[in-house]
């Protein structure tokens, strides 16, 4: 089974700090993503990258960055975090273009 | 803009009824449309649905797409109080595109 995991399940931050979000996958998946999920807003694009060092702006890139440095490992970076940047973010990850995607448990952040 | 549309966006059932959520979707060069249930934290796959007119069924789950009317609908039979869970619906669409688009999901929950 494809195991996806986020580093913290909640995270409280204060305004203007520096949140990294972990996630790792133990599958050799090519692509992962970061998605954001709000309530009436369902699930939104982050970031994704389909390849160590590559990554590609999704619909809502603005106030985040990513990081691929190794394949199993895809990181969210909130530079400077905002108190609309209060949600639930998922990371997910798949074989290859066909294949579905595979979520994390999520990573519930609150900036207060 | 592409857009997927999932109705009702909440239910409210007894167990043993049937239940039929319904996903519309516009989207250019359409590629397959994705299930997933989400409980409390990771969705979970269920079905990917890339042809007209072919049933996916796992257990009491099953699945349709209809490529001409541009929807897809997810049927419950006999619900059990566990299949309480927002079911989403994702769009993949053809090209070199990974994004998935997601619909806002359906609320389902099933009363003893």
């Known amino acids: 089974d494809v195991k996806v995991t986020q580093s913290s399940r909640y995270l409280v931050k204060r305004t203007g700090e520096k949140v990294f979000l972990e996630c790792v996958q133990d599958?050799?998946?090519?692509?992962m993503f970061w998605y954001r999920q709000d309530p009436g807003l369902g699930l939104r694009l982050i970031y994704f990258?389909?390849?160590?060092?590559?990554?590609e702006k999704g619909d809502i890139p603005e106030g985040y960055s990513v990081s691929r440095e190794k394949k199993e490992r895809f990181s969210l970076i909130l530079e400077s975090a905002s108190t609309n940047q209060t949600s639930m973010y998922l990371c997910?990850?798949?074989?290859?273009?066909?294949?579905?995607?595979?979520f994390g448990n999520g990573t519930r952040l609150t900036v207060t | 803009e592409d857009k997927v549309v999932q109705s009702p966006l909440s239910l409210v059932v007894h167990e043993g009824d049937t239940v039929t959520l319904n996903c519309s979707y516009e989207?250019?060069?359409?590629?397959?449309l994705l299930w997933y249930k989400q409980e409390k934290k990771a969705p979970t796959f269920l079905f990917m649905l890339?042809?007209?007119?072919i049933e996916k069924k796992s257990g009491r789950l099953s699945s349709i797409l209809d490529k001409k009317e541009l929807f897809s609908i997810l049927n419950i039979t006999a619900t059990q109080t566990g299949d309480s869970a927002i079911y989403l619906c994702?769009?993949?669409?053809?090209?070199?595109?990974?994004?998935?688009?997601f619909g806002k999901g359906t609320l389902l929950t099933v009363n003893p």
């Open positions: 997910a990850s798949s074989q290859d273009y066909n294949s579905p995607l595979h």
């Open positions: 599958m050799d998946h090519e692509n």
């Open positions: 990258s389909y390849d160590v060092k590559m990554k």
């Open positions: 989207v250019t060069n359409f590629r397959n």
């Open positions: 890339t042809s007209s007119g």
């Open positions: 994702a769009v993949k669409l053809g090209g070199s595109n990974y994004k998935l688009t």
